[in-house]
C-alpha cells in the first residue's frame, strides 16, 4: 500500500490564512506588494482585529506597522450592524508629524479604494457637495494637521459637511476639533484610538494634549500603541489609556559567525556601516558614496543635525554631486506648504534624489524605495539612530545605512552593540578619501560662499547651532567637545573664518582658517541688491560718519542711560527719599525716647542722669586725647589701647 501523501503545511502568514480576513483587503494589500502578511501584521490581526484586546506593538521599522493597524480598524468598522451617525467619530489615529498623518491618510485611502462602497463616498469628499448618506458600513477618513493648507474652521466645516468617522491627526489638531459641540465621540459609536509612534509623541512635549483626548474619548474602547522602540514613558499612557493591553514585540534575529544568533533591532535586509574619518573629508566621502555605489542609489536621505545646517548645505552641496542628482531639503522649521510641497517632490521623483533633513524625516515615515541613509554626524539621541537607518531597508528590500564618525567618537561602536544595534566598517575599495581631494572639496565649497555674503551668513549660523546641538549629545562622553578639531571643522564647512562664541574661548589656532590674506571683507558682497545697498550704507557710514548723526546717537545714548538711572533709583527708592526716611526715623526715635522717659521713676531718671554725666566726661577726655594725635602731637600711628 502505498504511503499517504503529506498535506502541505499552510503558511501562517498568508493572507488566506488569516481568520475572517475579508477578501477585499486581500486584494488590496497584495496589490501593494504584499505577498504575504509581516510578522508584526500577521500577530496584531487575531487579537485587534478580530479580537478585543488592547495592543503595545514594538517592531523594528519598516516592518509594516501601518498596514497592521489601518486593517483591524477597518474591518472592525465595517462588520458593524449599521453605518456611523453623522457628526460621531468611529476611530483616530494620532501621528506626531504632519509628514506621518499624511502618509497614514495616503494609504488608508489606497486600502479603502478597493472596497467599492467606500470608494463610492470618497469621490464626494473633494468637492463642496455633501457627500450621501448610506445604508451600509463605510469608511470616510478626514486628514487634520497643524501647520497645514486647511484652517481650523475648514476642517470643522469638511467635518460637518461629510461626517467622516475615521480621523487621521497630529495631536493639537486633534483636541482644537474634538472641542467643538458638533463633534462626538459617544460609547455607542467610537471603536478604536490608535496612538502611531506613541513614544515620539511623547519625546514631542504631547503629554497634554494626549490626556486632553482621552479625557474625550469613552474608556469601553480598543487602544493600539505602536512603535519601533516603545520607551519607558509609554507606560504613562498605557496606564491611563489601555485595559489589559496585550504587548506585542517583533523581533529580527540573524546567525553570526560560529553559529550564534543575535538578536537584531533593524530588518536583516538593511546593512548599518561606519566610516570612521576626519570632519573635512566627511562632504568628499557622501560625494564618493553617491558616485561609486554599484549600482547607483536612486533614493537617498542624508540626515543633519539642525534646521540651519540644512539651509546651509542645500546651497552648498548640489554643485559637488554627479550630474543628474536632484536634491530637496527638509526641515521642521519650513512652513507648513513648503514641508507638504518638498515632501512630495521627494516621494514622487523619477530620477536620483537626496533629502536632506534632520530628524524630522527619522521617524514613521515610509518612504518608497529608499536605496541610501547617510548620517554626516550622529543624532543627539541615540534612539533616533535606529529610527534613521530604518528609512532604508524597508519592507524586505535591500539598504544600506553608513553614519560618519570622527576618530574622537570611535567609543559610540560598542556603545551601539550594547544597545543591540551592531554596526560594521564600510568594506567599498572604491571610497577612499585624500587629504588632497578634501582640500579640494573644502576650496570649492569656499568659492561658492564667496560667490554670495548671505552663504556666509547662514553657514556662521549653521556652524553655531550645529555646535550647540553637538554639546547636547546623550552620551556625551563619547562626543566631547573638548576633543574637536575646530580647523577640520572649519574646513568640512567650508567657512570663511569661525564664527565668535563661547566654545572657542580656549581656540588659539587661526580663526581665518588661512583665509586672512585672501579676502577683501568690504568688497565682499550679497547677491541680494536690497541687502546689498543696506550694507553698502552702513559701510559708508562706518568710513565717513556724520557729525550730527553721531551727536544725534549720543544723545540717544545719554538719554537711554539717565532713564536706566531714573528706573533703577526709583525702583529702589534710595536717593529720592532717603532725606525724608532719615527724618521720619528720628521722629520715630524721639517720640520712643521721650515715651522711655515718661515711664521712669525718679530713682531711675536720677540713675540715667548721672550715667549721662559720666559719658559726657569719657566724651570730653576722648576728644582731648585723640584732638591732641590728630594735630600732631600724640603720633598717629599709635596702637589702639582701649577705651578709658
Known amino acids: 500500500m502505498a504511503p499517504e501523501a503529506k498535506t502541505p503545511k499552510k503558511d501562517p502568514r498568508a493572507w488566506d490564512a488569516l481568520v475572517d480576513l475579508p477578501s477585499w483587503i486581500e486584494d488590496a494589500v497584495t496589490s501593494m506588494g504584499f505577498a504575504r502578511a509581516t510578522p508584526v501584521q500577521a500577530s496584531v490581526w487575531p487579537l485587534f482585529g478580530t479580537g478585543n484586546k488592547d495592543c503595545v506593538v514594538e517592531a523594528v521599522t519598516g516592518s509594516g506597522k501601518t498596514l497592521s493597524f489601518l486593517i483591524p480598524i477597518c474591518h472592525r468598522l465595517l462588520r458593524l450592524e449599521e453605518p456611523t451617525k453623522a457628526r460621531h467619530i468611529a476611530a483616530i489615529i494620532v501621528a506626531p508629524t504632519r509628514e506621518l498623518a499624511t502618509q497614514i491618510h495616503g494609504a488608508l485611502t489606497s486600502l479603502i479604494a478597493f472596497h467599492p462602497a467606500s470608494a463610492e463616498v ?19 477618513p478626514q486628514l487634520l494637521s497643524g501647520g497645514s493648507t486647511t484652517t481650523t474652521a475648514q476642517d470643522l466645516s469638511f467635518f460637518l459637511r461629510h461626517s467622516p468617522n475615521v480621523i487621521i491627526s497630529t495631536p493639537g489638531r486633534l483636541v482644537e476639533l474634538l472641542s467643538s459641540p458638533h463633534v462626538h465621540c459617544p460609547q455607542s459609536s467610537f471603536e478604536v484610538l490608535v496612538l502611531d509612534e506613541a513614544d515620539r509623541l511623547l519625546d514631542l512635549g504631547f503629554k497634554g494634549e494626549l490626556q486632553g483626548i482621552l479625557s474625550r474619548l469613552p474608556k469601553q474602547r480598543r487602544t493600539g500603541l505602536f512603535s519601533a522602540s516603545v520607551s519607558e514613558a509609554v507606560s504613562e499612557i498605557i496606564r491611563v489609556g489601555l485595559r489589559n493591553p496585550v504587548k506585542i514585540q517583533v523581533k529580527v534575529k540573524s546567525l553570526k559567525t560560529g553559529g550564534i544568533v543575535e538578536e537584531r533591532r533593524t530588518p536583516a535586509s538593511l546593512q548599518m556601516s561606519y566610516l570612521m574619518t576626519p570632519a573635512h573629508h566627511k562632504i568628499p566621502s557622501l560625494v564618493q558614496l553617491l558616485d561609486k555605489l554599484d549600482p547607483r542609489p536612486m533614493r537617498s536621505i542624508v540626515f543633519l543635525s539642525c534646521c540651519a545646517a540644512v539651509d546651509y548645505f542645500a546651497n552648498i552641496l548640489l554643485p559637488l554631486l554627479p550630474d543628474g542628482i536632484q536634491m530637496v531639503p527638509l526641515h521642521g522649521k519650513h512652513d507648513g506648504k513648503v514641508r507638504e510641497k518638498n515632501f512630495a517632490r521627494f516621494m514622487n521623483s523619477t530620477e536620483p534624489s537626496i533629502l536632506l533633513t534632520t530628524d524630522v524625516a527619522s521617524r514613521g515615515l515610509d ?49 551601539l552593540d550594547v544597545r543591540k544595534t551592531p554596526i560594521t566598517p564600510l568594506t567599498h575599495p572604491e571610497i577612499s578619501v585624500g587629504d588632497s581631494e578634501a582640500d579640494e572639496v573644502t576650496r570649492r565649497i569656499r568659492s ?149 522717659h515718661r515711664k521712669l521713676t525718679e530713682e531711675e531718671k536720677v540713675e540715667e542722669m548721672d550715667l549721662e554725666r559720666m559719658l559726657a566726661e569719657v566724651r570730653r577726655k576722648n576728644a582731648e586725647k585723640y584732638g591732641a594725635k590728630a594735630d600732631g602731637g600724640g603720633g598717629g600711628n599709635d596702637e589702639f589701647e582701649g577705651f578709658d
Open 448 to 596: 561658492i560662499v564667496k560667490s554670495d555674503r548671505a552663504l556666509f551668513d547662514k553657514g556662521q549660523r549653521a556652524f553655531v547651532s550645529w555646535v550647540r546641538s553637538y554639546s547636547k549629545h546623550t552620551a556625551s562622553s563619547i562626543f566631547r567637545m573638548s576633543d574637536l578639531d575646530w580647523t577640520s571643522l572649519g574646513n568640512a564647512w567650508g567657512l570663511l573664518r569661525l564664527p565668535k562664541m563661547p566654545e572657542l574661548r580656549t581656540f588659539d589656532g587661526d580663526r581665518l582658517l588661512g583665509n586672512g590674506a585672501l579676502m577683501d571683507w568690504d568688497a565682499y558682497a550679497y547677491k541680494d541688491r536690497a541687502r546689498e545697498k543696506q550694507r553698502q550704507a552702513a559701510l559708508a557710514e562706518a568710513r565717513n560718519p556724520d557729525p550730527n548723526k553721531a551727536a544725534a546717537q549720543s544723545e540717544q545714548v545719554e538719554a537711554h542711560r539717565a532713564k536706566r538711572k531714573r528706573n533703577a533709583e526709583a525702583w529702589s527708592a534710595k536717593h529720592e527719599h532717603e532725606d525724608t526716611r532719615s527724618a521720619r526715623r528720628d521722629k520715630k526715635q524721639r517720640k520712643r525716647e521721650a515715651e522711655r
Open 367 to 415: 518612504f518608497p524605495q529608499v536605496d541610501l541613509v547617510v548620517q554626516i554626524d550622529a543624532p543627539s539621541d541615540p534612539k533616533s539612530f535606529l529610527h534613521r537607518c530604518g528609512r532604508a531597508g524597508r519592507a524586505g528590500r535591500k539598504g544600506l545605512s553608513v553614519i560618519f564618525l570622527q576618530p574622537s567618537e570611535e567609543d559610540y561602536i560598542p556603545f
Open 122 to 140: 470618497a469621490q464626494y469628499l473633494s468637492g463642496e457637495e455633501k457627500r450621501p448618506a448610506t445604508s451600509s458600513p463605510v469608511i470616510v
